[in-house]
Nanobody, 126 residues
Framework: QVQLVESGGGLVQAGGSLRLACVASGRTFSTSTMGWFRQAPGKEREFVAAITWTDSTTVYTDSVKGRCTISRDNAKNTVYLQMNSLKPEDTALYYC???????????????????WGQGTQVTVSS
């Protein structure tokens, strides 16, 4: 079992920055692909970024490329999402997720991940 707890969300003005953190319990964090998804009201949950565990390969959705950075600290069982130049369209509930089974590769669909956090709200005002 893996438990994920997100933090770092909040209200920020457009152009501002936030750093989300996700702390994982359990011994499988260092061998889990970790990801961030987001879901805005009335919309489907969408992929934001992910990082593999073998070589820390990162992938981002096009809308956040150049503005967001995902990273992981295996010693702290923590994955981060640094978000800069935030836009109102970034407003959503952000979820941390872990993929502990299968090949270590980036997956873009929520169903490919095994564990989810409760989410942290990010609100960007214009």
């Amino acid at each position: 079992q893996v438990q994920l707890v997100e933090s770092g969300g909040g209200l920020v003005q457009a152009g501002g920055s936030l750093r989300l953190a996700c702390v994982a319990s359990g011994r499988t964090f260092s061998t889990s692909t970790m990801g961030w998804f987001r879901q805005a009201p009335g919309k489907e949950r969408e992929f934001v970024a992910a990082i593999t565990w073998t070589d820390s390969t990162t992938v981002y959705t096009d809308s956040v490329k150049g503005r967001c950075t995902i990273s992981r600290d295996n010693a702290k069982n923590t994955v981060y999402l640094q978000m800069n130049s935030l836009k109102p369209e970034d407003t959503a509930l952000y979820y941390c997720t872990a993929r502990t089974s299968g090949i270590d590769s980036i997956r873009y669909q929520p169903a490919s991940y095994d564990y989810w956090g409760q989410g942290t709200q990010v609100t960007v005002s214009s």
